[in-house]
T-cell receptor, first 113, second 115 residues
Framework: GNSVTQMEGPVTLSEEAFLTINCTYTATGYPSLFWYVQYPGEGLQLLLKATKADDKGSNKGFEATYRKETTSFHLEKGSVQVSDSAVYFCALKPTGNTGKLIFGQGTTLQVKP | DSGVTQTPKHLITATGQRVTLRCSPRSGDLSVYWYQQSLDQGLQFLIHYYNGEERAKGNILERFSAQQFPDLHSELNLSSLELGDSALYFC??????????????FGPGTRLTVT
């Protein structure tokens, strides 16, 4: 079946450090891949997406590349800020028209000044 | 602000009771999705409606039901509530019904506490 696995958190970094949050997936066909971010007390916001192999999604300094050969979609940012502290969710949308998203367990990021 | 609204923001009720959660999608969006976020299960897809019709069901209990009305707002009904139903319930909307480029926008959620 379809599933998403994220690295365990919490991840604690100092401001301006490099961020990587690992995400791997299991899916048939060609799913679309997403990263969502959830700030404390808020809903999920779409951060970036990729719809086919080798696509790179990017937004607000965050990037992730759809790697079909390694079934991965790791999130990276070159220099994190305190305001990036949040929970990050990797998700996939299976091939077809169901539309449902399958989420990883979420990774909490805490950035210290 | 995603443009998706959910009411109420918080709900506290007792076991055995029934509640209704409401969602208004973004203007122009035809699809509504419901998700449950709990500490032990994480974020789980419950159900998807497109233009008033049910399109997909996920891990939704038989005690739960949903519908989408002609004005496209949706309601999630939870009955015979149990302690384990305590969770954050999110609604999301999108323009169409799936497809690689269809993006879902999430509301702020309704936090349900069953005591």
């Amino acid at each position: 079946g379809n599933s998403v696995t994220q690295m365990e958190g919490p991840v604690t970094l100092s401001e301006e450090a490099f961020l990587t949050i690992n995400c791997t997936y299991t899916a048939t066909g060609y799913p679309s891949l997403f990263w969502y971010v959830q700030y404390p007390g808020e809903g999920l916001q779409l951060l970036l997406k990729a719809t086919k192999a080798d696509d790179k999604g990017s937004n607000k300094g965050f990037e992730a590349t759809y790697r079909k050969e390694t079934t991965s979609f790791h999130l990276e940012k070159g220099s994190v800020q305190v305001s990036d502290s949040a929970v990050y969710f990797c998700a996939l949308k299976p091939t077809g028209n169901t539309g449902k998203l399958i989420f990883g367990q979420g990774t909490t990021l805490q950035v210290k000044p | 602000d995603s443009g998706v609204t959910q009411t109420p923001k918080h709900l506290i009720t007792a076991t055995g009771q029934r509640v209704t959660l409401r969602c208004s999608p973004r203007s122009g969006d035809l699809s509504v999705y419901w998700y449950q976020q709990s500490l032990d299960q994480g974020l789980q897809f419950l159900i998807h409606y497109y233009n008033g019709e049910e399109r997909a069901k996920g891990n939704i209990l038989e005690r739960f039901s949903a519908q989408q009305f002609p004005d496209l707002h949706s309601e999630l009904n939870l009955s015979s509530l149990e302690l384990g139903d305590s969770a954050l319930y999110f609604c999301a909307s999108s323009v169409v019904s799936g497809g690689a480029f269809d993006e879902q926008y999430f509301g702020p959620g309704t936090r349900l506490t069953v005591t």
